[in-house]
């Protein structure tokens, strides 16, 4: 992403934050994954959308009509011993001709610095309760300027939280964020791609998972968006089933959600298919339920429709097919209206996308659900599960589980499915695994003895 890009996402919150004010944002925090072993570092997203500054122990400060420049980044200074030992530093230098900032000053100078720029605002936005170390410093921050008022200093009078001015412009993509999007959509269909093609029975879950997280990474996602659900016959029952340790048995289906992070942005993406890479009638009448009840919500994505259109057109083809099927009884609008659908499909049809994978950005206005807007980015995924021994139910449909995921772009006169490049239809997965299947085959080579 182009420094410029990070420059004017500053300069309209700057504006929106209006005279008089002072916003406060930390870097994430390293995490410890066991004893003296990190995980490896991932920015927050608020912090990195404002800044593209990767590194942790950072705070940037951003103060509308400052002098000597709105943009204040506190980080880490140079230090060639750590740097050898733990990698290379921006350093003050670097945040200025590098990340753009105004000022730079060392982040163990936070405590002398922050609170002189605290001084004669009116407002303080920062979200207080989501880092809590650094809210007790705001607190210590506060009191030294309230005890400067005989020196006619006045103190914040306000604190307000940044996260709805952030977070709403994060739900609106800019052109250059939706190129990143579609990168990430782009590896990760290819990457379902080939877990359908080496797909058979007697792999382990975790394997075709292995074969995932190499196509991300080497295709320049270097990070899963979020731990891979692999899940084989019944364990596609289970909604974020993540443990990925069992065999994968012929007959059977696998669901797989899974999707690459590209320079910070998710794609995430479900597929649902057989394991030996042919539908049984009962896998496949469920299936086409599911995957007529996506089509019909991610028609219901066009901007001017409410967010819960989608979910509303899926809930209707799925409690019809259920009907059909003999697995609910009754009429369509009653079922509907008790919600009888949710014994077999217990979650909504989507949320955001973006730089998360439940991405930020409210869902209701004033009480009603908000219209969709050219540039927001959700995922449309209908699904049934039918768990193992539900009574009442016949055997056929015992541990189905079944979902069909799809990145899907609110644009001008519609809307774009991001990640179209993996099937989804009946005939086109088996078409696929099949032809795999036939490459391998003429490829074994009979060994001489």
Known sequence: MKMSEFAKRRQRLLHMLGPGSIAILPAAPERIRSRDVEHPYRADSDFFYLTGFPEPEAVVVLIPGRKQGQFVLFCRERDPEMETWNGRRAGLEGAMERFGADDAFPISDI????????????????????????????????????????????????????????????????????????????????????????????????????????????????????PAIVGGGENGCILHYTENESELQG?????????????????????????????????????????????????????????DEPHKAAVKVLTKG??????????????????????????????????????????????EWRLFEPGMVLTVEPGLYIAPGSKGVAKKWWGIGIRIEDDVRVTRSGHEVLSSGVPKEVDEIEALMAREKRVAKKKVVKKKY
């Open 322 to 367: 259920l009907i059909k099927l003999g697995l609910l009884k009754g009429t369509p609008a009653k079922l509907i209206k008790e919600e009888a659908y949710r014994r077999f499909y217990m979650h909504r049809t989507g949320h955001w996308l973006g730089m998360d994978v439940h991405d930020v950005g409210d869902y209701k206005l004033d009480g």
């Open 251 to 307: 007959g059977d289906l696998v669901l797989i959600d899974a999707g690459g992070e590209y320079d910070n942005y998710a794609a995430d993406i479900t597929r649902t298919f057989p394991v030996n890479g042919k539908f049984n009638p009962a896998q496949k009448a469920l299936y086409e339920i599911v995957l007529a009840a996506q089509h019909a919500a991610i028609d219901k994505v066009q901007p001017g429709n409410h967010w």
């Open 111 to 226: 405590d002398d610095i922050l609170p002189g720029l605290m001084e004669n605002k009116a407002r303080v936005y920062y979200s207080m309760g989501t880092h809590p170390d650094l809210d007790q410093h705001m607190i210590e921050w506060l009191n030294q300027v309230r005890k400067k008022a005989r020196s006619g200093v006045h103190a914040p009078g306000e604190f307000v939280s940044l996260d709805h001015l952030l977070h709403e412009m994060r739900l609106i993509k800019s052109a250059a964020e939706i190129q990143k999007m579609k990168k990430a959509a782009k590896v990760s269909a290819k990457a379902h791609c080939r877990a359908m093609q080496l797909c058979q029975p007697g792999l382990m879950e975790y394997q075709l998972e292995a074969e995932l997280l190499h196509y991300f990474m080497v295709n320049g996602c270097r990070h899963a968006a979020y």
